[in-house]
């Protein structure tokens, strides 16, 4: 394995985003098994203003990068 994470489409995480912000959870678009979710906190040497989620298929292993509003 060489190409490092493998990545969900760009349509697949818009899915996979809306379902997230509708139900605070998400499933696989491939394998309709419930995604991982591990929140990455912030380095405080980058100013980031939004919290992120590394949301991840322990199917297929396909991973997605969500970021959440602040305050949501
Ligand atoms: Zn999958």
Redesign the pocket.
């Given at each position: 394995m060489t190409e490092g994470h493998r990545v969900f489409s760009r349509m697949e995480v818009v899915r996979i985003r809306e379902e997230w912000a509708r139900s605070g959870g998400a499933d696989?678009p491939?394998?309709e098994?419930a995604l991982l979710v591990e929140r990455i906190e912030p380095n405080p040497q980058v100013s980031y203003v939004r919290r992120r989620h590394w949301l991840l298929?322990p199917?297929?292993g396909?991973s997605a990068l969500l970021e959440t509003p602040r305050g949501s």
């Open positions: 696989c491939r394998c098994q298929c199917s297929c396909k």
